[in-house]
């Protein structure tokens, strides 16, 4: 069943919003044409292909894809897929090979994707040609990395990034700034969680600021009876201070929090446990250390600047958030209209003691490990919602908190006065609608 542009425009009103945009699969099949399909998505980082012939396998939308460093040094982004049958060519995760081969029947494939030999090809009709672009394994038209964020776009024109970006790139900016070498790179291994629900539930959530005090009531009270002493290692410490935290009573998070959204869909959410509470409170000698490496580098006052930006999580729609205090990168794959993947990676700052990064580690487990006690919270109101938006009740979402209150913000978003606000919520729906109709219905953020 297709969807028309006019039933798409009612399914988003002041406020709120029909369930079908989360439950029709005819809806998802659209996303996946006209957002994933021409946004700039985050493919991966440059440090995953740190040499010629590293490769990162992931996906754009449902499509599986390939970042690839060639032998010329240049990053691009294949199609995961052959051009004889259409097998999946590479199965494996990362790696590095001199050219990929299909394992079907051996096609072989130079690493931007051109073919590069055909077994039997004499079987072939005479106008078969190996240098035919058709017989290779396509390249996603636009590929742009914004210091060393790999994005690509399936539209061959469009918005360059940094105009897709706006001001969100200052984000982005924060992970990279917090390196005292001024680089960073993706280490340690991967967390893989998956909800039966769909995938923009995942970022409507991430900057729910009042969500917490109910969904993570359980972690909040286990760690309200431990005491701090029995946690010293540091990193025990941390997990305690973050499930704790979310503790808080409203009127922290009405008012001391922050919201800020941004055209495209973009948004962050402000610190509610920055680095004074979580980390230099506790007169943590890895973080005198680590600032003391900051200042040796840049100086004190350009270290200060650095260590005053205090974003929660931040996200880039329609496919990641990130959390640059604490180096996660979360990467959020559709699978269907009910079926979502979330893989989440942490960083390692370039020039930090290492013991910054088994506090990333730490805390990486705490919020997106497997075995997480916060996670596992959100895994479940995702499962939930999922089963409640399936069934046949509420045909209207109500999105509205902060509606009448939201204020412009100075560098041309909106965000909410008050922090519990969900305007960060009818952002990405402003944005959805304008992706799902080729920007004919504006940008109420406009
Ligand atoms: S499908 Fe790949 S070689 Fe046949
Ligand atoms: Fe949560």
């Known amino acids: 069943m297709s969807v028309g542009e006019g039933e798409l425009v009612q399914l988003i009103e002041p406020g709120r919003v029909h369930r079908r945009v989360y439950t029709d699969p005819a809806i998802f099949d659209l996303e996946m044409a006209r957002i994933f399909g021409t946004a700039w998505i985050y493919v991966g980082h440059e440090s995953q292909v740190k040499n010629p012939g590293d490769y990162f396998c992931t996906r754009i939308g449902r499509k599986p894809v390939i970042m690839v460093r060639g032998p010329d040094g240049e990053v691009r982004v294949i199609h995961n897929q052959c051009a004889h049958r259409g097998a999946m060519v590479v199965a494996l995760e990362q790696g590095n090979a001199p050219e990929f081969q299909c394992c079907y ?55 360059d990034l940094t105009d897709s970006l706006g001001y969100m790139a200052t984000s982005l900016d924060d992970m990279v700034d917090r390196a005292p070498d001024g680089e960073i790179e993706v280490a340690g291994g991967v967390f893989k969680h998956t909800y039966d629900g769909n995938w923009k539930l995942y970022f409507e959530n991430l900057c729910d600021a009042a969500h917490p005090l109910f969904t993570h009531r359980s972690s909040i009270e286990a760690a309200q009876q431990q005491s701090d002493a029995a946690h010293s290692d540091g990193t025990g410490e941390i997990a305690l201070r973050q499930m704790r935290q979310n503790g808080a009573p409203y009127s922290f998070w009405e008012s001391q929090v922050g919201i800020w959204t941004y055209p495209n869909g973009h948004s962050f959410l402000g610190d509610y446990h920055d680095d004074a509470k979580l980390v230099a409170a506790m007169n943590d000698p890895t973080f005198r250390d680590y600032r003391g490496a900051l200042e040796a580098k840049k ?148």
Request: hydrophobic share 35%.
């Open 105 to 159: 029947h051996g096609w072989t494939y130079h690493l931007d994707g051109r073919l590069k030999a055909v077994p039997l090809q004499h079987g072939y009709p005479r106008e078969f040609d190996p240098a035919d672009p058709k017989t290779s394994m396509l390249q996603v038209p636009r590929v742009e990395s914004y210091r060393g964020f790999v994005f690509a776009s399936e539209a061959p024109d469009g918005p």
């Open 299 to 446: 100086g004190k006052a350009r270290t200060d600047e650095v260590l005053a930006v205090r974003r929660w999580n931040s996200t880039i729609y329609p496919n990641i958030s990130f959390m640059s205090q604490f180096q996660q990168l979360r990467v959020v794959h559709p699978i269907a209209v009910d079926r979502t993947v979330v893989h989440a990676y942490t960083f390692r700052l370039k020039g930090a003691p290492e013991r910054m990064f088994r506090n990333a580690i730490s805390f990486a487990n705490t919020v997106n490990g497997t075995g997480s006690l916060v996670l596992t919270d959100d895994l479940e109101i995702y499962n939930r919602i999922g089963i409640g938006l399936a069934s046949e009740g509420t045909e209207w979402l109500q999105v509205g908190r902060g509606f009448t209150s939201d204020v412009p913000d100075a560098h041309g978003g909106r965000r909410g006065k008050n922090s519990t606000s969900e305007v960060y919520i009818r952002n990405m729906l402003d944005a959805w609608l304008a992706y799902m109709t080729n920007g004919r219905a504006a940008q109420a953020a406009a």
